[in-house]
Nanobody, 113 residues
């Protein structure tokens, strides 16, 4: 059974930075596609960034140039470095492991003016 535990969320002023972490249990992490998604109140859950087992990345247009996804296969951890945060980035951020679509519990990110 895979478990994902996110951390690193919080309250930050616009223009600030946060780094989210997602620690995974289970033996299949190294080859798994991992992703960060976010969901704002009243909105659907959207992809923010993805990273393959060999490190290829994909980003939503809204975060390109500001967010960076990375992974440490030894620590079974995926990170999301978020810079130049905007009020529109406020959401609950979730970690996803594919292909079985395991979700973490989410971590709140709130960006204030």
């Amino acid at each position: 059974q895979v478990q994902l535990v996110e951390s690193g969320g919080g309250l930050v002023q616009a223009g600030g930075s946060l780094r989210l972490s997602c620690v995974a249990s289970g033996s299949v992490f190294n080859n798994s596609l991992m992703g960060w998604y976010r969901q704002a109140p009243g909105k659907q859950r959207d992809m923010v960034a993805q990273i393959t087992g060999d490190g290829s990345t994909n980003y939503a247009d809204a975060v390109k140039g500001r967010f960076t996804i990375s992974r440490d296969n030894v620590k079974k951890t995926v990170y999301l470095q978020m810079n130049s945060l905007q009020i529109g980035d406020t959401a609950v951020y979730y970690c996803l492991q594919m292909p079985d679509r395991y979700w973490g519990q989410g971590t709140q990110v709130t960006v204030s003016s």
